[in-house]
C-alpha cells in the first residue's frame, strides 16, 4: 500500500519561510516524478511544483517561482518545498503527489497523478 504524509506545515508572519517534507511508504519514489499541489478554501486545487524522476527538471506555477524551490532525496525517499518569501495567498492545504511514469518533463497535470498525501496546512498572515 502506498502511502504519502507530508509535514511541516504550520502558521507563519508574511515574508516568513516554511519547508515541508513528503514522506513515501509502500513505494520507492525515485521512479516517480513528484509534485505539490494546493488547495485555497473556496477554490480548486492548483498546481504548485513538480520535479521529474531524475531530478534533472523542475516547473513552478507562475505565482511562486523565484520564492518556492522543489527538491528531492532519493536515498531517503523524501520529497521537499522550501516556500519562502511567503504571501497571504500562499494560505492553503498542500498536497505531495507522485506520478508513477519516468517522463522527462515534470507532471503538471492533476490529472496524471497516481498518488496523493492527506494534505498540510500553511496560513500566512498579513
Known amino acids: 500500500q502506498v502511502r504519502l504524509v507530508e509535514s511541516g506545515g504550520g502558521w507563519v508572519q508574511a515574508g516568513g519561510s516554511l519547508r515541508l517534507s513528503c514522506a513515501a511508504s509502500g513505494r520507492t519514489l525515485s521512479w516517480d516524478g513528484m509534485g505539490w499541489v494546493r488547495q485555497a478554501p473556496g477554490k480548486e486545487r492548483e498546481f504548485v511544483a513538480a520535479?521529474?524522476?531524475?531530478?534533472?527538471?523542475?516547473d513552478y506555477v507562475d505565482s511562486v517561482k523565484g520564492r518556492f524551490t522543489i527538491s528531492r532525496d532519493n536515498a531517503k525517499n523524501l520529497v521537499y518545498l522550501q516556500m519562502n518569501s511567503l504571501k497571504p495567498e500562499d494560505t492553503a492545504i498542500y498536497y505531495c503527489a507522485a506520478d508513477q511514469r519516468r517522463t522527462v518533463a515534470p507532471t503538471t497535470s492533476l490529472e496524471t497523478y497516481d498518488y496523493w498525501g492527506q494534505g498540510t496546512q500553511v496560513t500566512v498572515s498579513s
Open positions: 520535479m521529474n524522476w531524475s531530478g534533472s527538471r523542475s
